[in-house]
């Protein structure tokens, strides 16, 4: 039975470009690995399409990147995982320095593991959309004008 989570609607003042190009490369995620709770998350491993940790008392997670739309979704499976799920983040540009965010989460959960599992996929997603709002964004291209 497939059960869907959602993060409430984040909101960061940048565009959906910087933030897109910024989450597309996991590897960024190392600017706001201090932020994370260590008690809940551990032994992070990162690289441009996956990262990996431990979270009590779930275990070992591995997330990777299957699939980018520009400026859009990125969207990540599971990897040694003992819940098989989808988890994608939506940008969606408001104004030119104004972009809302949405993690979602799609798990197959049979109804006992529902019960154990619905509200730590619930407060992992909400702690996710958190810490995306705390990544220093900005642009990787900076233009130079020529005078």
Known sequence: ???????????????????FNTLSDLRNVEKIKDRIPQDKVKEI??????????????????????EREEFKTIKFTAEKSPI???LW??????????????VTLKADLNPMLKMMASKPLEQFINMLADALVTIPYTSEHTSTEIA
Do not use: H, W, Y
């Open 84 to 86: 098989d799920f989808l």
């Open 1 to 19: 039975m497939t059960t869907t989570f959602e993060s409430a609607v984040k909101t960061i003042n940048t565009n959906k470009k910087d933030i």
């Open 45 to 66: 491993k990162l690289d441009q399409d996956s990262i990996a940790f431990v979270v009590d008392p779930v275990g070992n997670l591995c997330l990777r990147i299957i």
């Open 89 to 102: 983040i939506q940008l969606v540009e408001t104004t030119d320095n104004e972009t809302k965010l949405k």
